[in-house]
Nanobody
Framework: QVQLVESGGGSAQAGGSLSLSCAASGYARGRMCMGWFRQTPGKERERVAM?????????YADSVVKGRFTISQDNAKNTVYLQMNDLKPEDTAIYYCAAGTIRRSCLYNTGLYWGQGTQVTVSS
């Protein structure tokens, strides 16, 4: 069973920075992608960024990130990171790490494995 353990997050002032990390374990077969989603109360979980293991290609949700967030990975550690800069109060959410083992999961957000979530709070 794939397990994802997130760390980081917390609180920041608007304009500040935070970083998240997520370590994966328990893969029965190769990892295809890892990424980040976020969710606020009453809203659907939205995709923030995804990075693919094989070629390190990246898919950002431009409407969310707008050049402020950077996703990266360390394949040797099965870890993905999210550096968040120029934070805004609207970035306040629970951030979830996700991983997929097949491309369809990575493309369509189906059958993904999920972390427990970590709170990010940005104050104005």
């Amino acid at each position: 069973q794939v397990q994802l353990v997130e760390s980081g997050g917390g609180s920041a002032q608007a304009g500040g920075s935070l970083s998240l990390s997520c370590a994966a374990s328990g893969y029965a077969r190769g990892r295809m992608c890892m990424g980040w989603f976020r969710q606020t109360p009453g809203k659907e979980r939205e995709r923030v960024a995804m990075i693919y293991t094989d070629d390190s290609s990246i898919d950002y949700a431009d409407s969310v990130v707008k050049g402020r967030f950077t996703i990266s990975q360390d394949n040797a550690k099965n870890t993905v990171y999210l550096q968040m800069n120029d934070l805004k109060p609207e970035d306040t959410a629970i951030y979830y790490c996700a991983a997929g083992t097949i491309r369809r999961s990575c493309l369509y957000n189906t059958g993904l494995y999920w972390g427990q979530g970590t709170q990010v709070t940005v104050s104005s």
